[in-house]
């Protein structure tokens, strides 16, 4: 599976999962938009891999997402619970990827076989990459595993993260991506910015518009399952009621999937946006931004609530996604990554 299938999934709703198995990570990279730590309690016990386990396993060949991407914190610092999960997931039918910091390959980019056992049973293998980054894992290192995982014959990406378009580090980073692998390895290009993870699960918010980052589940390292990925809604309690879509130990993936799909706020945060919702009920811009203006969102229902919970709500939902996917993920890219850099995540296709 390569990065532009996944990025195409991305306005679905239900099409994608995000498992964050834990909080913690070795790196200790200054920008970190998880907050991650070695010390961090968000790390799952014996329990919460049953949990998870269970989660995933309820999983069917008709109610399963086609994506699931395992993030952290560090995934990988768990590769047997990973490689359960993916199994698990592919036996469903969905495709399973997964966004790794590389801890492992600090010291010149082995791969310790617990983990490369993971990452060959993956359907597409991401990398983080950026300024403070390679203070951490050096690029060399970083080049060497994506040439092996390449090998394997597992498709890989780089997630690049830098200030800006005009960042020097992306310019040159990038430029020393195509040189090494050519079109062999898409990137997803993200500036650092105070709100929001990305497309497919790192960095960046909404611009005002309609959010499609409101149409995957996203499973918190905590269990807790909220309708979005923005890390400050991720990490928020109490979650706000209507991003709350249920918690692992108690609901499965059917419930958490009807929940996405028939959710009257959820239906209009994706078609309008929340920007949008708050004019409606006389809110004005919310302090804080896009996000912020979600998440204050009156919990009550409102007319245009009752107005989208039916099957003409269901519908706009539908052709809402469909106009998104119809342009693409480099038009995705543009709206909620790098801009100038959109087009290096499908090699190829036309800018
Ligand atoms: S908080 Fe709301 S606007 Fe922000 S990414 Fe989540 S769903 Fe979208």
Not at 22 to 37: G, V
Not at 176 to 201: D, I, W
Not at 252 to 270: G, H, Q
Not at 316 to 332: E, N, Y
């Amino acid at each position: 599976m390569e990065l532009s299938e996944i990025l195409d999934l991305r306005p679905e709703p239900a099409a994608g999962l995000l498992l964050a198995l834990t909080r913690r990570c070795p790196l200790a990279c200054a920008h970190c938009s998880t907050d991650s730590s070695m010390d961090s309690p968000d790390h799952p016990d014996r329990p919460r891999r049953s949990q998870l386990l269970r989660f995933v396993r309820s999983f069917t060949p008709k109610q399963r997402p086609d994506v699931v991407l395992l993030t952290g914190g560090e995934p990988l610092l768990l590769p047997d619970l990973a490689h359960a999960l993916t199994r698990a997931a592919q036996g469903a039918g969905s495709q399973v990827a997964l966004l790794s910091g590389l801890f492992f390959a600090r010291d010149g980019g082995r791969i310790p076989p617990p983990i490369l056992r993971t990452i060959t049973a993956l359907d597409h293998f991401s990398a983080s990459l950026d300024a403070p980054h390679e203070r951490e894992v050096p690029r060399a290192a970083v080049f060497r595993v994506l040439a092996r995982v390449l090998d394997a014959g597992v498709p890989v990406s780089l997630h690049l993260t830098g200030t800006g378009p005009d960042d020097p580090y992306l310019a040159d980073a990038t430029a020393a991506v195509l040189h090494e692998f050519g079109e062999r390895v898409p990137m997803l290009v993200n500036e650092v910015r105070a709100v929001g993870r990305s497309t497919t699960g790192r960095t960046a918010t909404g611009p005002g518009g309609p959010c499609a980052m409101a149409a995957w589940p996203t499973v918190a390292p905590d269990g807790t399952v909220l309708a979005c990925c923005s890390q400050r809604t991720v990490d928020r309690r109490p979650v706000p009621p209507h991003l709350r879509l249920g918690h692992i130990a108690e609901d499965d993936w059917p419930t958490v999937r009807r929940r996405t799909l028939d959710s009257p706020r959820l239906r209009l945060i994706r078609v309008l946006g929340p920007d949008h919702l708050r004019a409606r009920t006389g809110g004005g811009p919310a302090e804080g931004g896009y996000c912020a203006g979600c998440r204050a969102l009156p919990a009550q229902p409102g007319p245009d609530d009752d107005a989208a919970a039916g099957a003409a709500g269901r519908l706009l939902d539908q052709l809402s996604a469909a106009r998104l996917r119809a342009q693409g993920p480099i038009a995705l890219l543009r709206r909620h990554g790098c801009a100038p850099y959109a087009h290096l995540a499908q090699p190829g296709a036309p800018a």
